[in-house]
């Protein structure tokens, strides 16, 4: 699937509304001022590879997880994965797929890391507890779902851009088979 998916704008079909000349999307991009932001829309239009385009155009680690298998362990290791991006000088575009689904501790934890790039963690039980804060390597959220209704207030508040993909027209359609014959040497 990956060899079908388009590496760039150009190659991206569909999607005028956002991608269009002059559209808001496509300039904020093309200037590499990318703010968090959620793409919603049925499945199989497109959030996941424009987000993949995203973070080559904008020379970002790509790091992709979803939502569903993912919990805090996981959030972690996406932390040290951009932690050490940021040490070499590369940005990390985060992906979070069906991000209507986080489990709402992992929803927690995100707040203060868009907000701040920091996470406030609790050591210690009762009396004895007490709360450190971890600074976060800066990163860009891209969330994606099919119900953005089921989106938490305080999570889709989070989001500087939130974009509506629609269906693909029966023309968009027809060019996507034809270049996914091309690639995969099919008639």
Same mark, same amino acid.
């Given at each position: 699937?990956?060899?079908?998916?388009?590496?760039?704008?150009?190659?991206?079909?569909?999607?005028?509304?956002?991608?269009?000349?002059?559209? &808001?999307? *496509? !300039?904020?991009? +093309?200037?590499?001022?990318?703010?968090?932001?959620? %793409?919603?829309?049925?499945?199989?239009?497109? =959030?996941?590879?424009?987000?993949?385009?995203?973070?080559?155009?904008?020379?970002?680690?790509?790091?992709?997880?979803s939502a569903?298998?993912?919990?805090?362990?996981?959030?972690?290791?996406?932390?040290?994965?951009?932690?050490?991006?940021?040490?070499?000088?590369?940005?990390?575009?985060?992906?979070?797929?069906?991000?209507?689904? &986080?489990? *709402? !501790?992992?929803? +927690?934890?995100?707040?203060?890391?868009?907000?701040? %790039?920091?996470?406030?963690?609790?050591l210690g =039980?009762?009396?004895?507890?007490?709360?450190?804060?971890?600074?976060?390597?800066?990163?860009?959220?891209?969330?994606?779902?099919?119900?953005?209704?089921l989106l938490?207030?305080?999570?889709?508040?989070?989001?500087?851009?939130?974009?509506?993909?629609?269906?693909?027209?029966?023309?968009?359609?027809?060019?996507?088979?034809?270049?996914?014959? *091309?690639?995969?040497?099919?008639?």
């Amino acid at each position: 699937a990956s060899r079908l998916r388009p590496e760039d704008l150009d190659g991206f079909v569909g999607q005028e509304h956002l991608l269009g000349k002059g559209k &808001l999307l *496509r !300039q904020l991009i +093309e200037q590499d001022k990318i703010p968090s932001m959620i %793409f919603w829309g049925p499945p199989g239009v497109g =959030k996941t590879t424009l987000a993949g385009i995203i973070a080559k155009r904008t020379n970002a680690q790509f790091i992709n997880f979803s939502a569903v298998t993912s919990g805090i362990k996981e959030i972690k290791e996406v932390m040290v994965q951009a932690e050490n991006s940021r040490r070499m000088g590369i940005k990390t575009l985060l992906f979070v797929d069906e991000i209507h689904r &986080l489990n *709402r !501790q992992v929803e +927690e934890v995100l707040y203060p890391a868009m907000e701040d %790039f920091a996470i406030d963690i609790m050591l210690g =039980k009762d009396s004895t507890a007490r709360s450190i804060r971890l600074d976060l390597p800066h990163f860009t959220l891209v969330g994606a779902t099919t119900r953005a209704g089921l989106l938490t207030a305080p999570l889709r508040d989070r989001f500087g851009v939130i974009q509506r993909l629609e269906f693909y027209t029966p023309e968009e359609l027809k060019i996507i088979i034809l270049h996914s014959a *091309r690639v995969l040497g099919v008639e």
